[in-house]
């Protein structure tokens, strides 16, 4: 699967959750990041890369 289409479905499912407070989704193409912005605030960023192995960091 390439990148584009993992960001896509990523901002997909992220769009169509009604679970979440999520206020704005801007994908960085450039980048390969997708920033999703909650109503308090906060924002978080997934950064997209194709290496083999997947970790979670809070920055």
Known sequence: MEKNE???RLFDI???TDNLPIQDIVVDDRNN???VYLTDGTRFSV????????????V
Request: glycine letters at 4%; one cysteine or more.
């Open 33 to 35: 990041i997708v920033n």
């Open 47 to 58: 950064h997209v890369e194709n290496c083999g192995i997947w970790n979670i960091c809070e």
């Open 6 to 8: 993992i960001k896509d």
């Open 14 to 16: 992220l769009n169509d």
